[in-house]
């Protein structure tokens, strides 16, 4: 029997027509069979509060177990003012908590991200990897994944349109697929 990996898919834009829940879903169509990805949006999550730890409030509870039962992890990300979003980095705390309890360490992950800027989101991965490394989660280095997202090669529907773009994102699906088979089986 197959190893299924369970592979949770972390959007960080709350906006209805986000560029980078379409690339989740383009990347999820792409996930060969074994892998199954749960992408998973930020708007219920309530904000990180050390005061609240002693009592979580159930949305934080339900996403860490959502993380807990993921073997890996795949982070889509815009870039805002030059950094990740706050959503983003408010999922990151609540994941981290309580001290000494993170559901973050050891799980393999990768980054992608879409905007239609010139240098996509290389900013907001720069600053995402640096938190990623104190949380202890290995990250797959290469390719990195900035996608310039235009309507002449992803649609309004969130569908590939451009076979280079198609081929691109195809190189990453396989890359990340191998690393976290390869983590995985390493633990």
Known sequence: ?????????????????????KIAKAFAEMAPEGFKLEITTLHD???????????PPADWV???EMLQASSAVLFVTPE??????????????WGSRPWGHSVWGNKPAALIGTSVGAIGTALAQSHLRNVLAY????????????????HNRIDAS????????????????????????RHVSAT
């Open 1 to 21: 029997m197959a190893t299924q990996h369970n592979v949770l898919v972390i959007v960080g834009s709350l906006r209805k027509e986000s560029f980078t829940l």
């Open 45 to 55: 999550l309530s904000f990180f509060n050390q005061d609240l730890e002693a009592a």
């Open 62 to 64: 339900k996403f860490r």
């Open 80 to 93: 805002y003012n030059r950094s990740i979003p706050g959503v983003l980095k408010n999922a990151l705390d």
């Open 135 to 150: 949380l202890d989660v290995p990250l797959m280095g290469q390719p990195e994944m900035f996608v310039k997202h235009d």
């Open 158 to 181: 969130g569908n590939i349109i451009d076979d280079h773009t198609r081929k691109y994102l195809q190189t990453f699906v396989d890359r990340y697929v191998d690393w976290v088979k």
